[in-house]
T-cell receptor
Framework: AAGVIQSPRHLIKEKRETATLKCYPIPRHDTVYWYQQGPGQDPQFLISFYEKMQSDKGSIPDRFSAQQFSDYHSELNMSSLELGDSALYFC?????????????FGPGTRLTVL | AQKVTQAQTEISVVEKEDVTLDCVYETRDTTYYLFWYKQPPSGELVFLIRRNSFDEQNEISGRYSWNFQKSTSSFNFTITASQVVDSAVYFCALSEAQNYGQNFVFGPGTRLSVLP
């Protein structure tokens, strides 16, 4: 079965650079979520989209922005990167909103900021 | 506010031992969902189980079993006859029904090391 695809899987950037992470949800899934997991930490919710509209916002820095496109894929744009942005970024997708809908997680993008 | 506590930061067991990972949650919602995920060294999050707040029936899946007790707000996870491949970080997570954005609140995780 198709899973959530994230690209790239690994990304190395310098401080103050920008980065774009991409997420392709499971086909027919209309909801996408972004999480950030720092080293030794639990995943922290950043932002979610339902039907191309932002549905919820967590601890996402102002330097980050995200959107969901007409084909339901999503991109997380990160600017003025800081060392503390080094983390594993997960995307998850679900069919519909509501906590009864299971989230399927992608493999993650490991971002390293030097 | 919702909160998940996993008091055990790290656990080490010897292969074939049974091990229980504790999860205690806080929520004011009457409808919520609890999850367990496994994160092996490779980093991906592997879904293990989802349980809704109205279903307190314990569940067994192979060597895995879960004990959900609303009275103590706990959702503990037991691995029977542990194996080296069970070594991973295990996260318990909570999602409230009233949280329409459906984001998860994860516990801090428990790192399980199974030694040969």
């Amino acid at each position: 079965a198709a899973g959530v695809i994230q690209s790239p899987r690994h990304l190395i950037k310098e401080k103050r650079e920008t980065a774009t992470l991409k997420c392709y949800p499971i086909p027919r899934h209309d909801t996408v979520y972004w999480y950030q997991q720092g080293p030794g930490q639990d995943p922290q919710f950043l932002i979610s989209f339902y039907e191309k509209m932002q549905s919820d916002k967590g601890s996402i820095p102002d330097r980050f922005s995200a959107q969901q496109f007409s084909d339901y894929h999503s991109e997380l744009n990160m600017s003025s990167l800081e060392l503390g942005d080094s983390a594993l970024y997960f995307c998850a997708s679900s069919l519909g909103q509501g906590s009864y809908n299971e989230q399927f997680f992608g493999p993650g993008t490991r971002l390293t900021v030097l | 506010a919702q909160k998940v506590t996993q008091a055990q930061t790290e656990i080490s067991v010897v292969e074939k031992e049974d091990v229980t990972l504790d999860c205690v949650y806080e929520t004011r919602d009457t409808t919520y969902y609890l999850f367990w995920y496994k994160q092996p060294p490779s980093g991906e999050l592997v879904f293990l189980i989802r349980r809704n707040s109205f279903d307190e029936q314990n569940e067994i899946s192979g060597r895995y079993s879960w004990n959900f007790q609303k009275s103590t707000s706990s959702f503990n996870f037991t691995i029977t006859a542990s194996q080296v491949v069970d070594s991973a970080v295990y996260f318990c997570a909570l999602s409230e029904a009233q949280n329409y954005g459906q984001n998860f609140v994860f516990g801090p995780g428990t790192r399980l090391s199974v030694l040969p």
